[in-house]
């Protein structure tokens, strides 16, 4: 197939790369274009018309803002990225002879935190922030486009992942490794949570089945298979970097009163951090299966996690 990735110099794109090329012709849409192996030519924005880039069998959007855990962007840059520009590529893509979309969400979208036990299709959004909320515009966007048109010929995949990881990744992972790294104690271990992650190889792969098979358009949430607690995350920290992991668990309300003081001090330790760090987000992977004809994805969660920590060493 021919395939047009946006922000295609990103982490994901990068790996959605490396896992299409030797299948597929590969063009880019970035706000960067230096060659890249795989890939024929990678076009700007201003580029953006039906006369300057090639036809395409399917268009991936994944250029977008990532949610900033440090709140230093401003609300407005997320909704000119997430959504404005997601309406523009949606609209060329309409236009054009593309027969698959595949947009990449967020679970963020869906929910900041998970309501009951786990994270399906089927909840109602209700995002906080503007990260989340302008995911859900452009959703909202898209689907409004499609209910317009009616039955059509056209596919449209509408992604959310939970946390991806893999080689290269930069994200929140990172932050707890280099705690890890430096052989500071975990004092939280006495909560139990679990969490889902995305593997990037299980990314990579669920995208080019939406490519090739023949999937119902709509909304399909993407993690591993298996969640894991927090404590098992850095078990399979230190497995990877061959260390015995230091997990104190301090007595919870304990905790929850230096949270509780931290709230009033301005201190690192707060009530909603201590919430952040300790809560369960498990998200359900069984639509995106079943829509693929498989029971379990190619990679588990605790191989993917050995992998990236791997790589944050082999890096070091």
């Given amino acids: 197939m021919n395939v047009l990735i946006t922000g295609i110099h990103g982490f994901v794109g990068s790996n959605l790369v490396n896992a299409l090329k030797r299948t597929h ?10 060659e890249k192996e795989g890939v024929v030519k990678t076009f700007g924005w201003k580029d953006l018309k039906h006369d300057v880039i090639p036809e395409v069998d399917v268009i991936i959007h994944l250029a977008g803002k990532a949610h900033d855990t440090k709140n230093s962007a401003a609300a407005g840059v997320y909704f000119d990225i997430n959504t404005r520009l997601t309406k523009r590529v949606f609209d060329y893509f309409m236009e054009s002879g593309a027969k698959k979309f595949v947009f990449f969400s967020s679970v963020k979208a869906a929910a900041d935190s998970v309501p009951g036990e786990v994270l399906t299709e089927e909840v109602v959004p209700d995002p906080k922030g ?27 995949y509408i992604m959310r992942p ?7 990744n930069k994200g929140n992972l990172n932050l707890l490794y280099s ?8 004092p939280l271990g006495a909560f139990e949570n679990r969490r889902s ?3 990037i190889d299980n990314l990579c792969f669920v995208i080019e089945g ?16 298996d969640a894991l607690s927090t404590n098992e995350l850095i078990e399979v920290m230190c497995e990877a970097m061959g260390r015995h992991p230091r997990i104190w668990k301090l007595n919870r309300g304990l905790m ?8 009033i001090l301005h201190l690192p330790l707060n009530r909603e951090r201590l919430r952040k760090l300790t809560e369960s987000y498990v998200v359900s992977n069984e ?8 029971e379990r994805m190619p990679v588990s969660a605790r191989e993917g996690l050995l992998k990236t920590i791997r790589s944050f060493e082999e890096k070091k």
């Avoid at 452009?138 to 449209?156: F, N």
């Avoid at 929850?256 to 709230?263: K, N, R, T």
């Fill in 256 to 263: 929850e009163g230096c949270a509780a003081l931290g709230s």
């Fill in 179 to 186: 705690v890890v790294k430096r052989g500071m104690p975990w």
């Fill in 130 to 156: 503007p990260y989340g909320e302008s995911k859900i515009k452009a959703e909202e966007y898209i689907q409004g486009v499609c209910e317009k048109v009616g039955e059509m010929s056209k596919r449209v």
């Fill in 162 to 168: 939970c946390m991806i990881h893999g080689p290269g």
């Fill in 197 to 199: 992650f995305t593997s």
């Fill in 210 to 225: 939406l490519m090739t098979k023949e999937v119902p358009t709509g909304i399909y949430h993407m993690g591993d298979d």
């Fill in 25 to 34: 012709t590969i063009y880019g849409l970035d706000i960067v274009f230096p």
């Fill in 287 to 294: 639509k995106i299966k079943a829509a693929l004809g498989i």
